[in-house]
């Protein structure tokens, strides 16, 4: 009798744990800095247009469903400077390679700056202009410099891991990429840039710096990226 209810008592035990989730690892909340971009009605106009005129998406609000991170680097030296490249709403003429297209500004949602300071220019979920093709689910952290002169920081390689733990916390994100990798996705579902003329090439934030994001949020398990096109 006394052996049977310690065999029940152990299946009880085995039931419960089976059911258990697996408890979420907590998270550090990083600092954020709240240092919003302009976003007036011409920026939400602008935004709006570039929904519908290169994904075929059309909304009352500009905003996305993040399923993806995007890691850059600035190459302004600067946060102030880099900041005010943001700013506007709409694109200086010193871009013309991509003012064809629309006139929305470029931005991001994040940019990190050389001692690692983390700032929010925009809501999450509020549409930036910084990756052909994607902008529509991608959530980018920008990161002052990355030229040869200025490489990337330790500093800031903590704050994006941080800032990636943060996000993939709070939000479904499925991929974890690099600027220079968002070619990859020209045949993914995830796709919508209607142009196949319209590509940059891109190299931010430089490959050992992706290495060290990924080795480092390994256990949140994003997705493999899509194999390279072969012609
Ligand atoms: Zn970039």
């Known amino acids: ?23 979420k690892e907590s998270v550090n909340i990083p600092e954020l800095i709240d240092r919003p971009i302009v976003f007036d009605e011409n920026r939400k106009q602008l935004t709006l247009e570039y929904l519908e005129n290169r ?21 302004i030296p600067t946060l102030e400077e880099s900041f005010e490249a943001f700013n506007p709403s709409v694109l200086p003429n010193w871009r013309p390679d991509i003012k064809g297209v629309s006139g929305l500004n470029v931005s991001s949602q994040f940019i990190v700056d050389r001692d690692g300071a983390i700032y929010q220019l925009l809501p999450e979920t509020t549409m930036a202009r910084h990756v052909i093709g994607l902008n529509h689910c991608a959530i980018g952290i920008e990161n002052v410099g990355g030229t040869d002169a200025l490489p990337l920081t330790e500093a800031q390689l903590k704050s994006n891991i941080a800032l990636v733990k943060y996000l993939a916390n709070k939000y479904v994100i499925d991929y974890l990429i690099g600027h220079y990798e968002y070619t990859l996705f020209e045949n ?19 490959e050992d710096f992706m290495y060290k994001v ?9 997705e493999p990226l899509p194999k390279p096109i072969t012609p």
């Not at 990924?214 to 398990?221: M, S």
């Open 1 to 23: 009798m006394i052996q049977n209810s310690r065999a029940l008592i152990a299946i009880c035990i085995l039931v419960i744990f089976a059911n258990c989730k697996p408890i």
């Open 55 to 75: 994904y075929g998406i059309q909304q009352e609000s500009p905003t996305i469903e993040p399923k993806m991170i995007v890691l850059h680097w600035t190459v």
């Open 188 to 206: 993914h579902p995830l796709w919508l840039e209607k142009d196949k003329g319209y590509r940059t090439k891109k190299t931010d934030p430089g």
């Open 214 to 222: 990924r080795q480092a949020t390994k256990n949140l398990n994003f």
